[in-house]
């Protein structure tokens, strides 16, 4: 995949209280004349109803398709191809990634979560098109996450699979793109440094500089 393809992937956080829509449009209007720097995921909760994934995944579509932002869904293919999107991530407990590839078909993005080297290269070979590694470091975004991985544990991943980018997930910050990039991610995924900002659009405007 080439450099055409986004290093800052925004997910969203749907959960009660949170803008997350807001974010996903402040997110958008920072990539402005770079959008294919850019992708937003959308993640719902698993208690979320497929009626209210479908509608938020079809909200998020509606302001990133006009700007020609990549529209990613963690999880629901389901939801994917009901909107339309670019395509989808998978984690360890969803769909096999042949399996999703399968749905998807031929054409689409499709990431999938790994944390070594192994893991990394039997989702390359069954069809992922990115990597989603990590955590990367610490992180209270999501529970009952793995220890950290840290720079090294990112590299060590990136390494394996050198023409797939690796995008680094988990903690991260503006503060660790220099470092993450230079231990080998392609890019990173962000959820509240973006969700707890109190200006997301500077805040992703920060992170797309960074990544250049």
Known sequence: MG???????????????RDALGVVAA?????TGTPDTLAVQVRVED??????A????LAVARICRPAGVMVLVNDRLDV?????ADGAHVGADDLPVAAARG?????????????????????????????GVGPAFQTSTKAGLPAPLGAPGIGAVAGAVESTPVIAI????????????AAGAYGVAVVGALAHSANPQ????????ALA
Not at 5 to 13: K, W
Not at 47 to 52: E, G, H
Not at 80 to 84: F, G, N
């Open 54 to 57: 479908y509608e938020f995944g």
């Open 103 to 131: 749905v998807l078909g031929p054409a689409a993005v499709l990431g999938a979560t790994c944390r070594e080297p192994v893991s990394a290269r039997a989702a390359v070979a069954a069809g992922a098109t990115y990597l």
């Open 3 to 17: 450099s055409a393809f986004p290093r800052l992937h925004v997910i969203t956080d749907a959960r009660p209280g």
């Open 47 to 52: 208690d979320v109803t497929d009626r209210a």
């Open 27 to 31: 997110a958008v209007a920072a990539a």
């Open 202 to 209: 500077a805040a992703t405007s920060a992170l797309l500089k």
């Open 80 to 84: 994917a191809v009901a909107v339309d």
């Open 170 to 181: 988990g903690g991260v910050d503006v503060d660790a793109v220099g470092e993450l990039r």
